[in-house]
């Protein structure tokens, strides 16, 4: 149980303000030494998930105030130790979810929040599925209660969530309709999903086709006007599960209005005697007050998803491998809508 009292010298991805991607900064400094049930983590692969572009933006719900390092999750290796950590876990490798923090090389972080990940799993391939992996399975096993033989629609089934929850269906035992752009209909199909053009004006009609009697699961991460159409595909004994406001990150203004309005439709959809259920997945749902149990459940659902990762099952979709001092190229080529699966950052060469 022995401390760490000496300093880890970091560097770190700030986002200033409202900027773009090349407005981001890079600064050196001192960690101090990891405090009591702390330990310090050397970064060994983080990434860019769709709350960074938020962040950018200044859109994204409860972000700390500017400047600030961005980074919702990564995987490390503990380096140092605070009090009361056993010193057996330095040299070990975890996940952990920061929701900010994470683009730096190395960070102090709670060790009650490290997730072990499995020998065998590479470094990245875990970074990937951290909140990828829990958003999906949470979203289909906790949220949607969706079971073998069930049909789901996913839209961006090309992305981190959705190509992570398009291989977590299908190993379920549950077809998945697929929205992609054409260039990834290959690879949607080769994850088990039947693809449908993102862009075509008619994909709602065409998932219809394909689904006549509507589906038993929309996952949703657009949100907009659109989102009728999405509810309108859901049979009775269905749900639509709203995971973002993607439609609206462009938009001038606050954040929160469109999050205020998604809400309330969501609520109002709940209402109507269809038996048909709406709702917004929270990744931080119960953290506030409930964070024993919050952290037991991202445990007992990161655990499972890296289990699969292990088994072969599930397969990480890593876009890129950029380094951290070129977090920008990271950030601009997310933005970009080209990428299939995540853009993950790592250390220096």
Known sequence: MNATTATTRATEIVLPGVVEPDGLHVR????????????????DATGVCFAEQQMRLGKYYDQPPFPFVPGYD?????????????????????????????????????????VPVPDGVESAAA???????VTAWQM???????????????????????????????????????????????????????????????MYAKIRELAPEGV????????????????????RGGALVNYGTAATKDEPGSGMLPVLKLFGQLMIWNLLPNGKRAGFYNFWAGKRFRTATFRARL?????????????????????????LSEAASALALAESR?????????PEP
């Open 216 to 235: 038993d699961a929309v996952f949703d991460h657009v949100g907009g006007p659109a989102l009728h159409d999405s509810w309108a595909l859901v049979r």
């Open 338 to 346: 080209t990428v299939l699966g995540k853009v993950v950052i790592v």
């Open 299 to 323: 445990r007992e659902d990161l655990v499972q998803v890296l289990e699969l990762v292990k088994a072969g099952v599930l397969t990480p979709q890593i876009a890129a491998r950029i380094p």
């Open 28 to 43: 050196v400094r001192d960690l101090p030494a990891p405090g009591k049930g702390q330990v310090v983590l050397r970064m």
């Open 74 to 114: 990564l995987v490390g290796t503990v380096v140092a130790a605070g009090p009361d950590v056993d010193r057996d876990l330095r040299g070990h490798r975890f996940a952990v979810v920061t929701k900010v923090g994470a683009w730096a090389s190395h960070l102090i972080v709670e060790a009650a929040d490290l």
């Open 140 to 202: 289909l096993h906790r949220t949607a209660k969706v079971k073998r033989g069930d049909t789901i629609v996913v839209l961006g089934a090309n992305g981190g969530v959705g190509s992570t929850l398009v291989q977590l269906a299908r190993h379920a035992g549950i077809k998945v309709i697929g929205t992609a752009s054409p260039r990834h209909h290959d690879a949607v199909r080769e994850l088990g999903a039947i693809p449908v053009d993102y862009r075509d004006p008619t």
């Open 127 to 133: 970074e990937t599925v951290a909140v990828n992996g």
